[in-house]
């Protein structure tokens, strides 16, 4: 392949295409859940969404070279494809890009989108290799999305619920990553929960975050917030697989469980955007939803 292609696969492929469209996705169903309008408010929101979390995925390859020479070198700098110059200049582009864009939103959008951004950098540097700390804020930023898409709509508050369970979603799924990543980490100087702990309690741990879902997952049908094609979409395509995650992560805690389940619950999560999205979309075309 010509050098020139390499590079810009490896601009492509850096910022996580796939992981790039959950977070659109994300911020589209909060926006859905808040009776956001279709139009430019909502797209740009998408956008600047994807673009911020783009740069974070980029900046956190850019600090974790090292780590990734060994947990992951396939990834573009690994491999060569990019140089760090390249690779900080782009992170720089994409975030300055989408924080720019939040802008245009309000100011309650901008701040929520800067924070953001600002959280992801702080995570790359460092966040990710302390204890615990570092989960939280991935946790954190996951259920955001959810808010920043709520912004944009006339019920902010409605995004609340698929906010709080991305949380701990995301929560147990980090805890998860860093026990698959465990000898990287360690070889590379972080402070994991991981690398503390080992990755068989790790791996057990990651277990009660995601029993919490399965627990919390109802009480938006029980409350009135969603309707019974959500309540039975979670069901069926949500819980149960994070039945089988938290049953295989107690019994068989391991290196290799670990990286099955992350790879496993990434498309669960997009399994729960679907039951959340569906549920309001059902609503709409029955004339019962907002």
Known sequence: MPPWKRRLAGLVLIVRPGNVALTAFSVLIGGVCAESPWGWALGVACISAALIAGGG????????????????????????????????????????????????LGWQAGFLATGIALALLAYAAYLKRTFLVGHLVVATMSGCAFLYGGLTGVRTEASLAPAVLAGAFHLGREMLKAAADRVGDSEGGANTMAVRWGAERTCRLAAMPLACVVVLSPLPTAWGWFGIPYLVMVVLGVDTVLLYAIRRAWTSPSVETARDLANLLKWDMLAGLVAVGGDRWMGLLSGTGF
């Open 57 to 104: 995925y980029v900046a956190n390859d850019v600090f974790d070279l090292a780590i990734d020479r060994v947990n992951r070198p396939h990834r573009p700098l690994p491999r060569g494809d990019l140089s760090l110059h390249a690779a900080g200049a782009w992170a720089g582009v994409l975030m300055a890009t989408g924080v720019g864009m939040s802008w245009l």
